[in-house]
């Protein structure tokens, strides 16, 4: 079944190559703006738990900031562990100002 689109910020929220925490039904995500277009995967590092948000962004690869596992933010790939499993990745869909997500 496919879930709903819901609003998760306004895109003034997050600047150009920036990354926000939001939550989508009790989920934490982690929201990134990568020249102007917006990515969400999931925030926990699928490695011990690490907050995705709050690391490093580079080009569209985040890397987490506890043990430096790095996730593809388009498709939720791990690009280097230790993490192993991929995140769940979610769709973006931008209306006039608002942010809205789902999951992939
Ligand atoms: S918790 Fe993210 S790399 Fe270990």
Known sequence: MTEEFMRVAA??????DKMKMVHYKGQVICLANIMGKYYAIRNTCT?????????KLEGHVVECPWHGSRFDLTTGEVKKGPAQTPEPVFEV???????LIRPK
Not at 47 to 55: I, S, Y
């Open 11 to 16: 895109t003034s929220e997050i600047q150009a």
């Open 47 to 55: 490695h011990m738990g690490g907050p995705l948000a709050q690391g």
């Open 93 to 99: 869909k931008i209306e006039g100002t608002s942010i």
